[in-house]
């Protein structure tokens, strides 16, 4: 019988993700205020944007 639950492991798995992402994210909008360039801050701010929504997604996952 399948379960939609995620096993111990697995929610620790994905819980070290969110960090990682979370980290990721603190130090992109750092580096923003920083960048010169258009091109690279629109990417950093795509980057930003992409990763928080994944931050949210995998944050859902260990809420379930």
Known sequence: MA???LAL????????LVILKTSCVTKAV???GLVQDEKLKA????DIEN?????DEL??????
């Open 43 to 46: 990417l950093i701010e795509e």
């Open 51 to 55: 990763s928080a929504q994944a931050i």
């Open 3 to 5: 379960t939609k639950e």
């Open 9 to 16: 492991h697995e929610k620790l798995e994905v819980h070290e």
């Open 30 to 32: 750092a580096m923003s």
């Open 59 to 64: 944050k859902a996952l260990l809420i379930s």
